[in-house]
Each structure stands twice: as structure tokens, then as C-alpha cells.
């Protein structure tokens, strides 16, 4: 698995680029993510792909971990999570909000390499 920088232009009167990127899972699909700050609480993620990165000194990424939110508060991401992916080194976490439904979610976490639900 491997991150992808996408090219986002200025948005309108200098606004800055969009915070996109795409990883790349081991089926060749790509998955478009947004990047945020590793987020204490999980209640904002809501339904998505969340990937726990950890970005090196030269701007590679490196996935740490990956799992599936979902809408309800079952579903959402543990703090144990999190704090083992802060643990592990991640910085960065990526959300892909385009998964249908749960079971589309859980095939993007296999194929990213995180253990299926």
C-alpha cells in the first residue's frame, strides 16, 4: 500500500490547495482521502475509511493503521485505537468518505491490509 499526492490547484482568490491524497491498496484500486490532524475525538469522523499515517521527514507516508467508522457511537473509532496509532508514530489521519455502506468500508480496510470487521 502506498500513498498517492494528488495535484489540487489554489482554490478561487489564493485560497490554499485542498488537503487531498489517495492511497493506493493491494488490488490496485485507489482510494481518495482527506488529511487531517489526528483527531482526539472520534464522534467527528462518522462514517469512513480512517487511516492513522505517519509522515517521515522527507513527506512519505506510512500507513500505521486502518480501520472502519461507522455512524453509530458501536461503530465509531475506540480511543484505544487512536492511542495506539499515536503510539505507533501516526501524526496524520486520512478519511475516505466514498464507501457506500459498511461492507464497502470493510473491503477498503482489507485491502489497505487492516484486518476485516
Known amino acids: 500500500m502506498r500513498e498517492e499526492r494528488l495535484r489540487t490547484a489554489n482554490g478561487l482568490r489564493g485560497t490554499p490547495a485542498l488537503p487531498l491524497s489517495a492511497w ?55 480511543r484505544g485505537w487512536l492511542t495506539r496509532a499515536r503510539a505507533r508514530g501516526a501524526t496524520e489521519m486520512h478519511l475516505h468518505r466514498l464507501a457506500e455502506d459498511a461492507a464497502a468500508r470493510r473491503a477498503v480496510v482489507a485491502d489497505l491490509g487492516g484486518a476485516p470487521a
Not at 475525538?41 to 493503521?65: F, K, N, S, W
Not at 461507522?70 to 475506540?78: D, M, N, T, V
Open 24 to 78: 493506493r491498496g493491494r488490488s490496485g484500486r485507489r482510494y481518495v482521502v482527506g488529511i487531517h490532524a489526528l483527531e482526539d475525538d472520534p464522534a467527528e469522523v462518522g462514517e469512513a475509511v480512517v487511516i492513522a499515517v505517519r509522515r517521515g521527514g522527507d513527506g512519505t507516508a506510512e500507513l500505521v493503521a486502518v480501520a472502519a467508522a461507522g455512524e453509530s457511537p458501536r461503530e465509531r473509532l475506540a
